[in-house]
């Protein structure tokens, strides 16, 4: 059945069925080929299962908090912001393009969400003001990696379900990483600034960037509010992103920009991107009941085992192995598929699920900008309007410097643990 259920995704995936389909299709086949043709009721029973669980209810409340954010016009206000902060730099309106992404990132929690909403406006700006378009594609894409990263994130929500962790130590563990990220891709744009002649924006008046500073602090008091009830103990996840939704709706009175029509649109984009992830997980939660009949996580344990027994050499082959899968698999798919299979490997050699979950959801993400998949440069071609070729030769270089940061979080643990154990104590 095994060997069904795989070779049928991956066939799929890579005629472009889509995912959804994709994954029905290899558990039914799997199914029938396991002689189960007689019980085929047990899909749909085990979809049902797969979802019935109240804590993937925060997935769709920070889902609709992100796009109600991106509703009331926080996204111009983001960027305008994050130009009066830092658009005076070397490579100024590239800079802003990673500062708004960063604090979006608080906000949305989602990277699609990031290149569709702030990308937007952050690509016109650098177009407008000279920067080859293809830079400002590819950088718009790379700095989207950041928003599953800075806390709230769905995609650790989603892991935090799967692999039975704490959301507040796994929201307090991407603290830091999202940082470094956000860091090196400066330190990136400062680099290419001396080989490149890019423009820099007037250098804004303390009173100008205080003014703009009221926007941004209320975009930034988001995920303060949200980490600090989770992790605190105020509210539940799921709690959390109600909360998120509410101060949302409340800024859009403030500003006056959420009417009826935007609402709707905010609610209606929520659903289907929940229905969609929803179904996804229903379908992986077969295809975990289908590994486990056959133990394809303790084969694959007794396997890797059989290579090495050597912790950093374990990690070294993990990263090697999600990337390759990031370039293939969408990240819900692949961490829902991967993440049941590898957490006996993990426990065996001692490595922190905290710390695992930012390895995986981080070297998953980098496929957003590799080929085939590339969701993230796919998008950026209806915005852009460039070749997909061109966009994803853009991007490459930027895959350095996050590759560097996947690197660093991997074999240094600290990085990831220090503020949840600092702030909740040890494990």
């Not at 500003?255 to 179904?279: E, G």
């Not at 798919?333 to 993440?339: T, V």
Request: proline share 6%; charged share 10%.
């Amino acid at each position: 059945m095994a060997w069904i259920l795989f070779l049928g995704f991956m066939a799929l995936i890579v005629m472009r069925v889509p995912i959804v389909i994709a994954m029905g299709m290899a558990v039914l086949a799997a199914v029938i080929a396991g002689g189960f043709s007689n019980e085929l009721y047990i899909v749909p029973r085990m979809v049902a299962d797969g979802v019935e669980n109240p804590g993937l209810l925060a997935v769709p409340f920070f889902i609709l908090a992100g796009n109600l954010m991106n509703a009331v016009g926080m996204t111009d206000k983001i960027f305008n912001f994050a130009t009066k902060l830092v658009g005076h730099f070397r490579a100024g309106l590239a800079q802003v393009n990673v500062v708004s992404s960063m604090i979006f990132a608080g906000i949305s929690g989602s990277a699609v969400a990031d290149i569709a909403g702030l990308g937007t406006v952050e690509v016109k700006a650098m177009r407008d003001r000279g920067y080859p378009v293809e830079f400002a594609g590819a950088l718009t894409v790379a700095t989207a990696v950041i928003g599953p990263i800075i806390p709230p994130s769905i995609a650790l929500v989603i892991y935090g379900f799967l692999a039975n962790t704490s959301i507040g130590r796994l929201f307090l563990g991407g603290v830091v990483p999202g940082f470094l990220i956000g860091i090196s891709l400066m330190m990136f744009n400062r680099y290419l600034a001396t080989k490149r002649d890019f423009p820099r924006e007037p250098k804004a008046s303390l009173s100008e960037v205080g003014s703009h500073a009221i926007d941004g602090i209320a975009a930034l008091a988001a995920p303060g509010i949200i980490l600090g009830a989770i992790t605190f103990g105020f509210t539940t996840p799921t709690e959390a992103g109600v909360l998120a939704c509410a101060y949302s709706i409340l800024l859009g009175a403030i500003y006056r920009t959420l009417d009826a029509k935007r609402l709707w649109k905010a609610i209606t984009d929520s659903m289907r991107v929940t229905a969609m992830i929803m179904m996804i997980i229903g379908f992986s939660h077969g295809m975990g009941w289908l590994l486990a009949i056959e133990q394809i996580p303790q084969a694959m344990a007794e396997s890797v085992l059989l290579v090495t027994e050597d912790r950093n050499v374990f990690l070294g082959l993990l990263i090697i192995f999600l990337l390759a899968i990031g370039c293939v698999v969408e990240g819900v798919p692949a961490k829902l598929i991967l993440i049941p299979v590898l957490l006996p490997i993990i426990d065996h050699f001692g490595i922190d699920r905290v710390h695992f979950g930012l390895i995986i959801v981080y070297a998953l993400l980098l496929g957003l900008a590799t080929p085939p998949m590339g969701v993230g440069v796919y998008i950026m071609v209806g915005i852009t309007g460039r070749p997909f070729e061109h966009l994803t030769l853009a991007v490459l270089p930027f895959l350095v410097p996050l590759t560097i940061v996947l690197i660093m979080i991997t074999y240094i643990p600290a990085l990831t643990l220090w503020l949840p154990n600092l702030i909740m104590g040890p494990p």
